[in-house]
T-cell receptor, first 110, second 117 residues
C-alpha cells in the first residue's frame, strides 16, 4: 500500500532555476514529514523536515510547503545548482514507522 | 568511524544461500532501523529496535528474514534461503532517541547491496 505518493519521477532544471517536488499522503496520523537527499551509492541524508502544525519551513535554498487540509507537501529548491543533482525522497512518519515516496531524480544542468 | 557502518557493502548470493548483513550504528544511538530499497524505489521499513528490544518487525516480508541486536549496539539482518526477489539494497539507520520524531535525526548507512543469482 503506497501511503506516500511522490511526483515527478524525474526532473531536469537549468542552473539557477527552481526545482519543485510534490508529495501527497493518505494517513492523517502522520506527524513528521522529512525530505531526504540521496547520492548514488550512498544512504539517504536528512535535508529538511516539517511538522504538520507549520505551513512552511525554510533552510537556506530549501523550503518545504505543507498543506494539511489537502494532505500535500512540497520541496522547493531555489537557485538550483549542479551539486543538487541527486534523488530526493519525501517521507511521512508516525511513531517508529516512516514511509517513503518513490523518489525524484533531479538533474541540474550547468 | 562517526557514521553508520554496514558490511558487507556488496554481496552476491546464490539462490537458496543464507546471508548475514551487519550494521554498526553510531555509538550511543538508542534506535536502529532496517530498510529495504529496491532499485529505483524509496526505502521500505523492515524492522525497528529500541536498544536491544525489537519493538516492530511488521515490515519483514517473510519468516526467512530475521534481525537481532543482542547487546543494543551492533545489529545483524539475516536472510535465509535467499530468493531473487530479495535482491535490493539493505539500509541500516540509527538515531539518538526513540522513534521517528521531529528533532530525532535518523542517520543512514551506505547500505549493503545484495544480489541473488
Amino acid at each position: 500500500q503506497q501511503q506516500v505518493k511522490q511526483s515527478p519521477q524525474s526532473l531536469i532544471v537549468q542552473k539557477g532555476g527552481i526545482s519543485i517536488i510534490n508529495c501527497a499522503y493518505e494517513n492523517t496520523a502522520f506527524d513528521y514529514f522529512p525530505w531526504y537527499q540521496q547520492f548514488p551509492g550512498k544512504g539517504p541524508a536528512l535535508l529538511i523536515a516539517i511538522r504538520p502544525d507549520v505551513s512552511e519551513k525554510k533552510e537556506g535554498r530549501f523550503t518545504i510547503s505543507f498543506n494539511k487540509s489537502a494532505k500535500q507537501f512540497s520541496l522547493h529548491i531555489m537557485d538550483s545548482q549542479p551539486g543538487d543533482s541527486a534523488t530526493y525522497f519525501c517521507a511521512a512518519s508516525m511513531g517508529n514507522d516512516m514511509r517513503f515516496g518513490a523518489g525524484t531524480r533531479l538533474t541540474v544542468k550547468p | 568511524g562517526a557514521g553508520v557502518s554496514q558490511s558487507p557493502r556488496y554481496k552476491v548470493a546464490k539462490r537458496g544461500q543464507d546471508v548475514a548483513l551487519r550494521c554498526d550504528p553510531i555509538s550511543g544511538h538508542v534506535s536502529l532501523f532496517w530498510y529495504q530499497q529496491a532499485l529505483g524505489q524509496g526505502p521500505e521499513f523492515l524492522t525497528y529496535f529500541q536498544n536491544e528490544a525489537q519493538l516492530d518487525k511488521s515490515g519483514l516480508p517473510s519468516d526467512r528474514f530475521f534481525a537481532e541486536r543482542p547487546e543494543g549496539s551492533v545489529s545483524t539482518l539475516k536472510i535465509q534461503r535467499t530468493q531473487q526477489e530479495d535482491s535490493a539494497v539493505y539500509l541500516c539507520a540509527s538515531s539518538p532517541r526513540p522513534g521517528n520524531r521531529a528533532g530525532n535525526t535518523i542517520y543512514f548507512g551506505e547500505g549493503s547491496w545484495l544480489t541473488v543469482v
